[in-house]
């Protein structure tokens, strides 16, 4: 398997527009979860699904930011409009079950906001 | 609160040790974890350890686990240049789903 896929690897975008990162999880992962780095608030969960449906999307930090996982091997993360300081790597995370906390992580789209 | 806890830098010459300590705040947590950052890439998961255990030895690593200080390391022998990365250990909360929390992370650079 090539692991979990990101794209684009780089975002450079001017404030307004509209983002929109994806993702491909390992085939047969139940659980995708979205996460943001920066170096201030290291990294925070956005939201998870399971099963194509989103569980939890508590860490989403406004509005402005939505999930979709239309189908188990693509999901979007959409940020609408952009801000500078939503300028982050964003990474896509998927694993097994539910009793598995072994994340593999895609390597993640660096997102500037200018 | 949900803060694990890194310190932020350690630099070792090659084949020295490196030992990367972390505190979590979930007495509960089942497993905790080592993950490795490499520059540009995602996390990749280096070990773990169960809760009712003390210590797990993996080849050049060593993780040592507290649970009365909630207290974890991570032992790196013979410790490469290739080790250089980030560093970052995580915690499960049991909040239905058992969520992972990482910590701030902790560059190590080893130096020639």
């Known amino acids: 398997d090539a692991g979990v896929i990101q794209s684009p690897r780089h975002e450079v975008t001017e404030m307004g527009q509209e983002v929109t990162l994806r993702c491909k999880p390992i085939s047969g992962h139940d659980y995708l979860f979205w996460y943001r780095q920066t170096m201030m608030r290291g990294l925070e969960l956005l939201i998870y699904?399971?099963?194509?449906?989103?569980?939890?999307d508590s860490g989403m930090p406004e509005d402005r930011f939505s999930a979709k996982m239309p189908n188990a091997s693509f999901s979007t993360l959409k940020i609408q409009p952009s801000e500078p300081r939503d300028s982050a790597v964003y990474f896509c995370?998927?694993?097994?079950?539910?009793?598995?906390?072994?994340?593999?992580f895609g390597s993640g789209t660096q997102l500037s906001v200018l | 609160g949900e803060d694990v806890e890194q310190s932020l830098f350690l630099s070792v010459r090659e084949g020295d040790s490196s030992v990367i300590n972390c505190t979590y705040t979930?007495?509960?947590?089942?497993?905790l974890y080592w993950y490795k950052q490499e520059p540009g890439a995602g996390l990749q998961l280096l070990t773990y350890i169960f809760s009712n255990m003390d210590m797990k030895q993996d080849q050049r690593l060593t993780v040592l686990l507290n649970k009365k200080d909630k207290h974890l390391s991570l032992r790196i022998a013979d410790t490469q240049t290739g080790d250089s990365a980030i560093y970052f250990c995580a915690e499960t909360l049991n909040t239905g789903f058992q969520k992972l929390v990482f910590g701030t992370g902790t560059r190590l650079l080893v130096s020639p």
């Open positions: 699904f399971n099963n194509n449906v989103p569980i939890d």
């Open positions: 995370a998927s694993s097994v079950d539910r009793g598995s906390e072994k994340l593999f």
């Open positions: 979930d007495s509960s947590s089942t497993y």
